[in-house]
């Protein structure tokens, strides 16, 4: 079956836009996390839902960064007023509640904000 | 907050040799250890895994040991092939009453590259 898919691939951006990262997760996947990896480093935790709701943002850098699940299948990370610092990979894994702990992570979005 | 520590950085070997990555985590709360390798500008692949009601976990070339006790968890791969060159991290997440949900927390990344 399709794995996690993220879109867009690749996104640039100019400093102070807003941006939208699409992610979809496995079918039949109720579990979903957001983390975000810069040059380097390992993946940072974002925030997690359990079906449409947030059960724990507390990696969220600030408050321009926000993200929805409203149908608890799609999510969208949304990043006002974008920073040069926010320039990393984007990635979203989905879990299965219930199934075991693996996470299956897509491809990430990267973000370059210029 | 857990804090994941991965040594070292880089890793260089001749194909046939062993490689070993260790990790140590801050959190005894922690009871899931997972590896995942990641080749340049592809999404992370979990390659093994253990719970910490186990200490030692084997597929194939690759294993996995944990010292609770100690709080650290190493990655042995043997007889490594130029296709295991990649970066791996390691990664602890804390899985209450049984629950999937577990957010991890990452190692820094080892870099392995394997000389044919």
């Known amino acids: 079956g399709a794995g996690v898919s993220q879109t867009p691939s690749n996104k640039v951006t100019e400093k102070g836009k807003y941006v939208e990262l699409r992610c979809d997760p496995i079918?039949?996947?109720?579990?979903l996390y957001w983390y975000r990896q810069s040059l380097g480093q390992g993946p940072e935790f974002l925030i997690y839902f359990q079906g449409t709701g947030a059960a724990d943002d507390s990696g969220l850098p600030n408050d321009r960064f926000f993200a929805v699940r409203p149908e608890g299948s799609v999510s969208t990370l949304k990043i006002q007023r974008t920073e040069r610092g926010d320039s990393a990979v984007y990635l979203c894994a989905s879990s299965l509640t219930g199934g075991g702990y693996e996470q299956f992570f897509g491809p990430g979005t990267r973000l370059t904000v210029l | 907050g857990e804090n994941v520590e991965q040594h070292p950085s880089t890793l260089s070997v001749q194909e046939g040799d062993s490689a070993v990555i260790k990790c140590t985590y801050s959190d005894s709360a922690s009871n899931y250890f997972p590896w995942y390798k990641q080749e340049l500008g592809k999404r992370p692949q979990l390659i093994i895994d253990i719970r910490s009601n186990v200490g030692e976990k084997k597929d194939q070339r690759i294993a996995v040991t944990l010292n609770k006790t100690a709080k650290h968890f190493s990655l042995h791969i043997t007889e490594t092939q130029p296709e295991d060159s990649a970066v791996y991290f390691c990664?602890?997440?804390?899985?209450?009453?049984?629950?999937?949900?577990?957010?991890?927390?990452f190692g820094q990344g080892t870099i392995l590259t394997v000389h044919p």
């Open positions: 990664a602890a997440s804390t899985h209450a009453g049984g629950t999937s949900y577990g957010k991890l927390t």
């Open positions: 079918s039949g996947h109720t579990a």
